[in-house]
């Protein structure tokens, strides 16, 4: 715990004008940004005496080890770079929502040709019209399903509409009348395009003009006699009626607007939204957030108009946002909405009438929303706070182990040998922060000394941040030159795995979300990293590693436990505490003991352990099949120098095969279009150097299958993979 006069800036150092302040811990990671119409006065209210401050507040500044501003010109600019590192430093202090869903949209792919409907998540692209948010996607699916009796607009992804061009008969919503099936030609690109305006006409609420066309058709087919025709157009009344229903008007004069309340408490805060588009409700959505400084309900409104206006523009952000108190000042936030919509934004209280009414239907869902989620979070904060001091007293640690990080080694009969580490924080995963590595210091099957190399590569870097940020103490140059000497495992350069993003299911690997990120070209002897921004001096970004955990785990018994410790031992690191969980009898290893820990069944610590093991177990083995499943689409071709995909393309679609491109002459090979006779040569050495495949096995009869049978080759187009001894339970028994 840090003493804020340590850091605290001179009175006079500080200037008297706009600005944004952050404050950065020991680590030097962002933990919280500010802005200020005056940084001198704003400032002076964290450096009083701790008794006055609010007890999270109180722990921000406490966390921190030093301040930094950057003075700006008017209130707006700071509000701008206040939003932009929130977004970049992600702040563990600062005010987030925590939105559990992606919303989804009902959008109108206008940018086509042939424009779809379809329900769309994330970011928004530019051509795409866009109605909503909707509560739920099937929300979406039952109104574009009752409007497609009147606009038969395009539905299908880009495949099928290929396929159905391609064989010259529709889908079935095409025979059924629900799709104009612009893809066999039956109506024009024009008459497509002017349908799909007449269908985004209809859900931005001008209504009125439909039905009453609809009802003069109906009443001319009535009066013609053409009755079945006067049915359907009835009917298609009755379902754009429907569709009106679903979403009842609310306010009049087609208004704009959305609709946001508070519902809050002295810890936390529920934010509800609701989204009204020619005056009908057309999506709600909310968040909820943790109040970690005494904060107004203003500045909570601020945050969320900030969360929730700044990726938009145009159209996005309404002419009016209605609100249960404003910002302090209100100025420079009304003219943020302003430049992000590029036309004028009212943002006000609502005093009277309909608006009103509305608000407080929309708080009392807030209200509603904290009520439920506290009911959730109250056991939830119980059950990890119990696990995390049970893991405390059963490993005799000083405090509750806030951080933990748990590795794992997976292969496959000691091929393709990767290791893993996740990241719990206060009980829960930090996907951001998962790792993934790739064992390159020895070739064959040795789970112990794999975790060594793991360890000590990961702890090393750890180190290196430390003395590159001078955060030394006294002894640990010593302490690392003797690692060093004394025969730590060197780090024999893993290549970074580039394009992994953070897990979130099933790929960052979703190799795991949060997706976002990538990871710069490392040098030689980087770590394999998966994810991450570019090391910068100063910068406040999540560094690789640069985060200590205060517990290790690891995935086995007493004999990768002992390596683990080896490896801290040998770094000369002696605060970080070392576990496994060994599988069999899930019993806990401790360094340096005979026998384990046992944890009762009931325990919520013991349950904590499982999920984080559990957790980088299935990190890693998906990293490994990933790798396996690299490897056995590689062809001999990729390793000819020089000889990039499209000419890889050319030589397999000449020949056929690789197997009649290896028999081939080099003037054979000389007559595909781009090969040159040096490529030729090249491409001819290296098929004559490369093993032949083994034949494909039809697995059901056991016959061997050569080209002459029938069975498709492998080639740059269809990759196949070897088929392996065993049935399919049998190979992934061999998994590690």
Same mark, same amino acid.
């Given at each position: 715990?840090?003493?804020?006069?340590?850091?605290?800036?001179?009175?006079?150092?500080?200037?008297?004008?706009?600005?944004?302040?952050?404050?950065?811990?020991?680590?030097?990671?962002?933990?919280?940004?500010?802005?200020?119409?005056?940084?001198?006065?704003?400032?002076?209210?964290?450096?009083?005496? =701790?008794?006055?401050?609010?007890?999270?507040?109180?722990?921000?500044?406490?966390?921190?080890?030093?301040?930094?501003?950057?003075?700006?010109?008017?209130?707006?600019?700071?509000?701008?770079?206040?939003?932009?590192?929130?977004?970049?430093?992600?702040?563990?202090?600062?005010?987030?929502?925590?939105?559990?869903?992606?919303?989804?949209?009902?959008?109108?792919?206008?940018?086509?040709?042939?424009?779809?409907?379809?329900? !769309?998540?994330?970011?928004?692209?530019? +051509?795409?019209?866009?109605?909503?948010?909707? +509560?739920? *996607?099937?929300?979406?699916?039952?109104?574009?399903? =009752?409007?497609?009796?009147?606009?038969?607009?395009?539905?299908?992804?880009?495949?099928?509409?290929?396929?159905?061009?391609?064989?010259?008969?529709?889908?079935?919503?095409?025979?059924?009348?629900?799709?104009?099936?612009?893809?066999?030609?039956?109506?024009?690109?024009?008459?497509?395009? $002017?349908?799909? $305006?007449?269908?985004?006409?209809? !859900?931005?609420?001008?209504?009125?003009?439909?039905?009453?066309?609809?009802?003069?058709?109906?009443?001319?087919?009535?009066?013609?006699?053409?009755?079945?025709?006067?049915?359907?157009?009835?009917?298609?009344?009755?379902?754009?009626?429907?569709?009106?229903?679903?979403?009842?008007?609310?306010?009049?004069? #087609?208004?704009? #607007?959305?609709?946001?309340?508070?519902?809050?408490?002295?810890?936390?805060? *529920?934010?509800?939204?609701?989204?009204?588009?020619?005056?009908?409700?057309?999506?709600?959505?909310?968040?909820?957030?943790?109040?970690?400084? $005494?904060?107004?309900?203003?500045? =909570?409104?601020? &945050?969320?108009?900030?969360?929730?206006?700044?990726?938009?523009? +145009?159209?996005?952000?309404?002419? $009016?946002?209605?609100?249960?108190? =404003?910002?302090?000042?209100?100025?420079?936030?009304?003219?943020?909405?302003?430049?992000?919509?590029?036309?004028?934004?009212?943002?006000?209280?609502?005093?009277?009438?309909?608006?009103?009414?509305?608000?407080?239907?929309?708080?009392?869902?807030?209200?509603?929303?904290?009520?439920?989620?506290?009911?959730?979070?109250?056991?939830?904060?119980?059950?990890?706070?119990?696990?995390?001091?049970?893991?405390?007293?059963?490993?005799?640690?000083?405090?509750?182990?806030?951080?933990?990080?748990?590795?794992?080694?997976?292969?496959?009969?000691?091929?393709?040998?990767?290791?893993?580490?996740?990241?719990?924080?206060?009980?829960?995963?930090?996907?951001?922060?998962?790792?993934?590595?790739?064992?390159? +210091?020895?070739?064959?099957?040795?789970?112990?000394?794999?975790?060594?190399?793991?360890?000590?590569?990961?702890?090393?870097?750890?180190?290196?941040?430390?003395?590159?940020?001078?955060?030394?103490?006294?002894?640990?140059?010593? #302490?690392?030159?003797?690692?060093?000497?004394?025969?730590?495992?060197?780090?024999?350069?893993?290549?970074?795995?580039?394009?992994?993003?953070?897990?979130?299911?099933?790929?960052?690997?979703?190799?795991?979300?949060?997706? &976002?990120?990538?990871?710069?070209?490392?040098?030689?002897?980087?770590?394999?990293?998966?994810?991450?921004?570019?090391?910068?001096?100063?910068?406040?970004?999540?560094?690789?590693?640069?985060?200590?955990?205060?517990?290790?785990?690891?995935?086995?018994?007493?004999?990768?436990?002992? *390596?683990?410790?080896?490896?801290?031992?040998?770094?000369?690191?002696?605060?970080?505490?070392?576990?496994?969980?060994?599988?069999?009898?899930?019993?806990?290893?401790?360094?340096?003991?005979?026998?384990?820990?046992?944890?009762?069944?009931?325990?919520?610590?013991?349950?904590?352990?499982?999920?984080?093991?559990?957790?980088? &177990?299935?990190?890693?083995?998906?990293?490994?099949?990933?790798?396996?499943?690299?490897?056995?689409?590689?062809?001999?071709?990729?390793?000819?120098?020089?000889?990039?995909?499209?000419?890889?393309?050319?030589?397999?679609?000449?020949?056929?095969?690789?197997?009649?491109?290896?028999?081939?002459?080099?003037?054979?090979?000389?007559?595909?279009?781009?090969?040159?006779?040096?490529?030729?040569?090249?491409?001819?050495?290296?098929?004559?150097?490369?093993?032949?495949?083994?034949?494909?096995?039809?697995?059901?009869?056991?016959?061997?299958?050569?080209?002459?049978?029938?069975?498709?080759?492998?080639?740059?187009?269809?990759?196949?993979?070897?088929?392996?001894?065993?049935?399919?339970?049998?190979?992934?028994?061999?998994?590690?």
């Amino acid at each position: 715990m840090a003493d804020p006069s340590s850091y605290r800036p001179r009175p006079g150092e500080i200037p008297d004008s706009p600005g944004v302040y952050r404050f950065r811990d020991e680590h030097r990671r962002v933990i919280y940004v500010g802005k200020a119409k005056s940084l001198r006065q704003r400032l002076a209210n964290y450096f009083q005496d =701790l008794a006055n401050l609010h007890p999270r507040t109180r722990t921000m500044v406490t966390t921190a080890a030093s301040v930094e501003w950057t003075v700006v010109s008017t209130e707006v600019e700071a509000l701008q770079l206040e939003y932009s590192w929130i977004k970049e430093y992600d702040p563990r202090f600062n005010v987030k929502y925590r939105d559990d869903k992606s919303y989804p949209y009902l959008a109108v792919t206008m940018n086509e040709e042939f424009p779809r409907v379809q329900v !769309m998540r994330g970011h928004k692209k530019k +051509g795409v019209r866009y109605f909503g948010p909707y +509560g739920h *996607a099937w929300a979406i699916r039952d109104t574009v399903d =009752l409007l497609l009796r009147v606009f038969p607009v395009r539905t299908c992804s880009a495949g099928v509409f290929k396929n159905a061009a391609r064989t010259g008969r529709p889908c079935l919503l095409g025979y059924i009348g629900k799709c104009s099936a612009p893809c066999v030609e039956r109506i024009s690109a024009e008459d497509h395009q $002017e349908l799909a $305006e007449e269908f985004c006409d209809f !859900m931005a609420g001008r209504t009125g003009t439909y039905l009453r066309r609809l009802e003069r058709k109906m009443g001319e087919a009535a009066e013609d006699m053409e009755y079945e025709r006067a049915a359907r157009l009835r009917d298609d009344i009755g379902a754009l009626r429907k569709a009106m229903e679903k979403s009842a008007v609310v306010l009049a004069d #087609a208004t704009d #607007a959305d609709l946001i309340a508070v519902a809050e408490d002295e810890l936390e805060a *529920a934010v509800q939204i609701f989204h009204v588009r020619g005056g009908r409700v057309r999506g709600q959505r909310g968040w909820v957030t943790d109040k970690v400084e $005494e904060i107004t309900t203003g500045a =909570l409104v601020e &945050h969320a108009l900030q969360q929730l206006y700044g990726e938009e523009s +145009g159209d996005a952000v309404p002419k $009016e946002v209605l609100v249960p108190a =404003l910002p302090d000042p209100v100025e420079p936030v009304q003219q943020w909405l302003t430049d992000r919509r590029g036309s004028g934004v009212s943002l006000r209280i609502p005093q009277r009438g309909d608006k009103k009414a509305l608000m407080e239907t929309v708080q009392r869902n807030a209200q509603q929303a904290l009520v439920l989620h506290k009911t959730k979070r109250a056991s939830d904060l119980t059950t990890r706070s119990r696990a995390l001091e049970e893991i405390a007293d059963a490993l005799d640690l000083d405090s509750a182990p806030l951080r933990i990080e748990c590795y794992d080694i997976s292969h496959l009969q000691g091929d393709d040998v990767v290791a893993s580490m996740v990241v719990f924080e206060d009980g829960l995963a930090r996907k951001s922060e998962y790792r993934r590595f790739q064992i390159k +210091g020895f070739r064959g099957q040795d789970d112990v000394r794999s975790m060594h190399e793991v360890i000590t590569r990961r702890f090393r870097r750890y180190l290196a941040e430390k003395e590159r940020t001078g955060e030394w103490a006294d002894g640990e140059d010593d #302490a690392v030159t003797t690692a060093t000497t004394n025969g730590a495992t060197p780090d024999h350069g893993a290549t970074p795995d580039h394009g992994a993003t953070p897990d979130h299911g099933a790929t960052p690997d979703h190799g795991a979300t949060p997706g &976002h990120n990538t990871t710069p070209h490392a040098a030689a002897d980087d770590l394999a990293l998966t994810d991450g921004p570019a090391l910068k001096d100063d910068d406040g970004r999540p560094k690789r590693f640069a985060y200590p955990p205060q517990l290790v785990v690891v995935d086995g018994g007493q004999p990768q436990v002992a *390596a683990a410790q080896r490896a801290l031992d040998e770094l000369g690191i002696d605060d970080i505490a070392v576990c496994g969980l060994a599988k069999r009898l899930e019993e806990v290893w401790l360094p340096r003991e005979d026998d384990p820990v046992v944890l009762p069944r009931t325990s919520e610590g013991l349950y904590l352990l499982q999920r984080v093991r559990d957790e980088a &177990h299935r990190f890693a083995i998906t990293y490994q099949r990933t790798k396996r499943a690299k490897r056995f689409r590689s062809s001999p071709l990729d390793e000819v120098p020089g000889l990039g995909e499209t000419r890889k393309q050319a030589l397999i679609k000449h020949f056929g095969s690789v197997k009649k491109l290896r028999s081939a002459t080099i003037d054979q090979i000389c007559e595909v279009p781009g090969i040159g006779r040096k490529t030729a040569e090249t491409v001819a050495v290296a098929l004559a150097r490369a093993t032949p495949a083994a034949p494909a096995v039809n697995t059901a009869t056991g016959e061997i299958m050569d080209d002459e049978d029938g069975a498709p080759e492998t080639t740059a187009d269809a990759p196949g993979e070897p088929v392996s001894a065993g049935t399919p339970d049998e190979r992934r028994g061999q998994e590690r």
